[in-house]
């Protein structure tokens, strides 16, 4: 795979989506109590997406990978982060502009 894009819109998908099922929890739109582990899963997919679309920065001729290497930062300490609070939110939303800019580089 030459063409990192692919990896940095899975890496804004998931993100996004992770995002997307938060509010709908937190504003009760959504009731994930039995089902938990969707949004962690989903964490899961953004943390990964998001490594393998920094690691292109090894194996391909793309940039795109410094405009998303920040975002690595919150998306460590979120796991830390007790989930019912601003904090949850604030540093979750601290990695949406390096994960859209790292996807809007990677198409150009």
């Excluded at 989506?17 to 953004?46: E, I, K, P, Q, Y």
């Excluded at 998001?50 to 194996?59: E, F, G, K, N």
């Amino acid at each position: 795979m030459k063409d990192p894009a692919p990896l940095f819109t899975a890496a804004a998908a998931s993100y996004t989506a992770n995002c997307v099922l938060g509010v709908a929890v937190a504003t009760r739109r959504v009731d994930t109590s039995h089902v938990r582990w969707l949004h962690h899963a989903l964490f899961g997919m953004t943390a990964a997406s998001t490594l393998a679309a920094v690691s292109s920065l090894r194996w391909s001729q793309s940039r795109a990978g410094w405009a998303l290497l920040p975002a690595v930062l919150p998306l460590s300490v979120i796991p830390f982060v007790h989930d019912r609070g601003l904090r949850h939110v604030v540093v979750a939303l601290t990695a949406a502009p390096p994960i859209a800019a790292g996807a809007v580089r990677a198409w150009r």
